[in-house]
């Protein structure tokens, strides 16, 4: 059984910076695509960023691109997103997902964690 927990969430003022975390139990992560997913109130979720195992190539949305950046640290089965000059508008709660390299929704997905940032 795949299980993701997240942490690292919190509140912080605008400007500010946050690191979330992945860590990543029951199995190998070079397995999967690891992604970050927001959802804001009342929005639908929405997609952050994913780093590919085989090759840690990333990916990220418009709106992050810059100031956010995903990595991984194999030894720890830990996903990372360091979070830099946040906005306002990042407040959302912050999910962590797992998909096989070969499909397009993610299977596994953390509880979450709610980032609130300031303005």
């Known amino acids: 059984q795949v299980q993701l927990e997240e942490s690292g969430g919190g509140l912080v003022q605008a400007g500010g910076s946050l690191r979330l975390s992945c860590a990543v139990s029951?199995?190998?992560?070079?397995?999967?695509?690891m992604a970050w997913v927001r959802q804001a109130p009342g929005k639908e979720r929405a997609f952050v960023a994913l780093?590919?195992?085989?090759?840690?190539?990333?990916s990220y949305a418009s709106s992050v691109k810059g100031r956010f950046t995903i990595s991984r640290d194999n030894a720890k089965n830990t996903v990372y997103l360091q979070m830099n000059s946040l906005k306002s508008e990042d407040t959302a709660v912050y999910y962590c997902?797992?998909?096989?390299?070969?499909?397009?929704?993610?299977?596994?997905w953390g509880q979450g964690t709610q980032v609130t940032v300031s303005s």
């Open positions: 780093i590919t195992w085989a090759n840690a190539s990333t």
């Open positions: 029951g199995a190998t992560l070079r397995r999967y695509v």
């Open positions: 997902a797992a998909r096989y390299p070969y499909l397009t929704e993610y299977q596994y």
